[in-house]
């Protein structure tokens, strides 16, 4: 069955970094479109960022435009999110989403705080 595990949030002080790891299986993870989402506390959950196979174009939220990078490593069947010059306005539970299959996985947890 389809799997998707993030690993990599945790607390972090404005203008700091994190990579967010998403590692897939149960599909052939070279051939799909792959996007990081996001749901701050009492929001909508949020599109971030979206990458296409098998490594080709991205697009951003303009609200993180600049600042954060998706990439993916099919070999490993990992998609990351790399974020920088993180604001407080970041901290949500970012999840990794499948849009043709439809999967989700369990969330990690992005807090930033001085």
């Known amino acids: 069955q389809v799997q998707l595990v993030e690993s990599g949030g945790g607390l972090v002080q404005p203008g700091g970094s994190l990579r967010l790891s998403c590692a897939g299986s149960g599909f052939t993870f070279s051939t799909y479109t792959m996007t990081w989402y996001r749901q701050a506390p009492g929001k909508e959950r949020e599109l971030v960022a979206r990458i296409t196979p098998p490594g080709g174009s991205t697009n951003y939220a303009d609200s993180v435009k600049g600042r954060f990078s998706i990439s993916r490593d099919n070999a490993k069947r990992t998609m990351y999110l790399q974020m920088n010059s993180l604001k407080p306005e970041d901290t949500a539970v970012y999840y990794c989403?499948?849009?043709?299959?439809?999967?989700w996985g369990q969330g990690t947890q992005v807090t930033v705080s001085s």
């Open positions: 989403y499948v849009p043709t299959l439809g999967n």
